[in-house]
């Protein structure tokens, strides 16, 4: 195969430089058109549903601490390892307890796998993207860092807290049977075809 | 008397072209914003007016940083050798009938020796600064002025014989009033090779190479900073301003316009210039840099066998219609 770099042109369209005129005929066009960008402190983007923003531990309305059950899922899913939990075996219920919870939120790339991972929706990245600070320290979440940050959130959102779902929460095209019981979430409608959870990807070639 | 009136005349040009200057780059960040579908400056003052306010107090008051091996009296000379040199050749000038510092015979050429004497600035920063990247920008910019002066000479050349003269009013008045007196039309092949050298005697895209940012740094300018970078920067933009002047005085008529302004005589010249730093503007917002090798032939192998013939079809064309 010949690969033609150069279009074939006449004389007239070299000698009026037609390919330059399209180019300015364009630029020209783009001074009218409406600018795209934002300003940003005045403007805020809109945050559109399934934001990977900040981390937050879920605080469970009963115990009023987190839902974490240590089963070590986001510390091994977590692609930047920055995820670190320690725990111990409590012998007299035969249950693991969180003795340290910590994100390490500089090193997290926000792919959002420990939440969709994690079987008891405990783990969450919010809404909210405005937590630049100037130490390293402040971007240390430990855990009662983690549930400060979910009161944070939970303060944004108002009353829409109550039946708040992260879309990571209940992953997409996973059968309801696969997914542990607290995964088993209601989810809206428009999230569904036929019952079954899919993802936007699905939705637009629809 | 006479000498103190001429001062405070140069004064007043002086300001007035400072602030076009200031606010030319204003108008070229805020098209070229727009043509990349953003908004260019917005913070200082309403739409950002008042940034190359504050360009200038934070360049103004900036650290002058001298590198240590540098030719220290070059390096210090060397932009204010170009700003002088495309300060002076404001003076020759016609905004409007008799709105001219120094109406003399050979203005046209005095422009050329100005803008040549320029780009000796440009070689003298790339040398002193005793850097890789400004040397190369020097080289760049003395191959290409050298290149270039030769078309630009030659293009206007066929605008020297048909008006017969030199002097920048004469030009305009000897295309008079109406439309179809313009340069323009009759020297069509001129002003192509005219405007393209333009380009690139006054390192703009897509010739900006002695200071293409891609792979010089800065090019010459690399070195500089505070005022003395600004310095350049204001040189480059009164070059534009100089080049659009004699594109509009050439060509386009000068001051001549459909109808008379009396309040304001340089009117139609000042619509024309911005109608010409527009196109500049416009050009850079669309087109990538030319090759080296490709500018040396553009200007050698095109525009140059074109400005002859031009001369020499302007020269039959005189000799028989008279």
Not at chain 1, 21 to 30: P, V, Y
Not at chain 1, 58 to 68: A, L, Y
Not at chain 2, 152 to 166: E, I, P
Not at chain 2, 253 to 261: R, S
Request: proline fraction near 4%; charged fraction near 20%.
């Amino acid at each position: 195969m010949q690969i033609q770099y150069k279009p074939k042109r006449n004389l007239l369209q070299t000698i009026l430089h037609s390919e330059i005129m399209q180019g300015m005929a364009f630029t020209l066009k783009q001074l009218f058109a409406k600018p795209i960008t934002r300003q940003y402190p005045q403007e805020k983007p809109d945050i559109k549903l399934g934001f990977r923003g900040q981390h937050a531990l879920v605080r469970d309305q009963e115990t009023g601490t987190s839902k974490c059950v240590a089963c070590m899922r986001c510390v091994t899913v977590c692609p930047s390892r920055c995820i670190h939990i320690r725990f111990h075996e409590d012998e007299e219920r035969g249950c693991r307890v969180v003795d340290s919870y910590d994100i390490e939120a500089l090193r997290c790339v926000y792919c959002g796998f420990c939440e969709e991972v994690c079987p008891v929706n405990a783990l969450v990245l919010t809404e909210i993207f405005e937590y630049a600070a100037y130490d390293r320290e402040s971007i240390f979440f430990d855990q009662e860092r983690l549930l400060a940050n979910w009161d944070a959130f939970a303060e944004m959102k108002g009353s829409a807290i109550n039946s708040y779902i992260n879309p990571f929460w209940r992953p997409r095209g996973i059968p309801e049977r696969e997914l542990t019981a607290a995964k088993r979430l209601d989810v809206p409608d428009e999230w569904t075809i036929e019952g079954q959870v899919v993802g936007n990807l699905v939705k637009r070639d629809q | 008397m006479h000498v103190l009136i001429l001062f405070i005349e140069i004064l007043i040009l002086f300001a007035i072209i400072m602030l076009h200057v200031a606010y030319a780059t204003y108008f070229e960040r805020k098209i070229i914003g727009h043509m990349q579908v953003r908004m260019g400056p917005m913070r200082v003052g309403w739409h950002g007016l008042l940034q190359p306010i504050a360009d200038g107090i934070k360049s103004f008051f900036k650290e002058d940083v001298v590198p240590e091996q540098a030719d220290v009296v070059t390096f210090r000379a060397a932009p204010i050798i170009c700003l002088t040199a495309m300060l002076t050749s404001l003076a020759v000038l016609p905004f409007a009938k008799g709105w001219v510092l120094a109406d003399i015979n050979i203005g046209l050429l005095f422009i050329f020796a100005m803008s040549s004497l320029s780009s000796y600035g440009v070689i003298l920063a790339g040398w002193a600064s005793n850097s890789k990247y400004t040397f190369l920008g020097g080289l760049r910019s003395m191959a290409q002025v050298i290149s270039y002066e030769v078309a630009m000479g030659l293009s206007l050349v066929g605008v020297m014989m048909l008006s017969g003269t030199l002097n920048l009013t004469k030009i305009v008045e000897a295309q008079g009033g109406s439309f179809g007196g313009m340069y323009i039309f009759p020297q069509i092949i001129a002003f192509f090779v005219f405007f393209i050298a333009m380009l690139a005697e006054t390192n703009r895209v897509p010739f900006d190479l002695p200071e293409a940012e891609t792979e010089l740094v800065s090019g010459y300018a690399t070195e500089y900073s505070g005022m003395r970078y600004a310095i350049f920067f204001m040189a480059e933009y009164i070059g534009m301003m100089v080049m659009s002047s004699i594109g509009t005085i050439c060509f386009l008529g000068g001051w001549n316009g459909p109808f008379e302004v009396t309040i304001f005589p340089p009117f139609w010249f000042v619509v024309k210039v911005y109608a010409f730093m527009f196109v500049f503007i416009w050009i850079r917002a669309t087109l990538p840099r030319y090759r080296y090798d490709q500018l040396m032939s553009i200007g050698w192998k095109v525009l140059i066998p074109l400005a002859l013939g031009n001369i020499v079809l302007t020269g039959f064309i005189k000799a028989f219609t008279g």
